[in-house]
């Protein structure tokens, strides 16, 4: 069985690249301890801000690592969910 590795794309290896990448990962991870944060708040529903929350932080690292379209994809998604969510419960 052979495993790829995928290659970084060449605006990720670029000294600004790598800052978007380090941005990408410590919004992530901020963004997933407020939400986790705004669950201990929530009366009721406080399960979909922590499922989000735990969804939000790995995502955000994975897309650092390496940045496809798919990760940043998820990533975008799951940012985008939080307002959505919140508004909701």
Same mark, same amino acid.
């Given at each position: /069985?052979?495993?790829? %590795?995928?290659?970084?794309? $060449?605006?990720?290896?670029? !000294? /600004? ?5 380090? &941005?990408?990962?410590? @919004? @992530? =991870?901020?963004?997933? %301890? #407020?939400? =986790? /944060? ?6 009721? @529903?406080?399960?979909? =801000? *922590? +499922?989000? @929350?735990?969804? #939000? +932080? !790995?995502? &955000? *690292?994975? &897309?650092?690592? *390496?940045?496809? $379209?798919?990760? =940043?994809?998820? #990533? ?5 969910? *939080? !307002? ?6």
């Amino acid at each position: /069985m052979t495993t790829t %590795t995928p290659v970084l794309q $060449p605006w990720a290896s670029q !000294p /600004m690249g790598k800052a978007a990448r380090i &941005a990408i990962a410590a @919004g @992530g =991870l901020v963004l997933a %301890t #407020l939400v =986790l /944060m705004t669950a201990t708040i929530v009366p009721s @529903g406080s399960w979909a =801000l *922590i +499922a989000l @929350g735990v969804v #939000l +932080a !790995p995502s &955000a *690292i994975r &897309a650092a690592r *390496i940045p496809t $379209p798919t990760r =940043l994809l998820v #990533l975008g998604v799951s940012v985008l969910a *939080i !307002p959505l969510t919140i508004q909701f419960l």
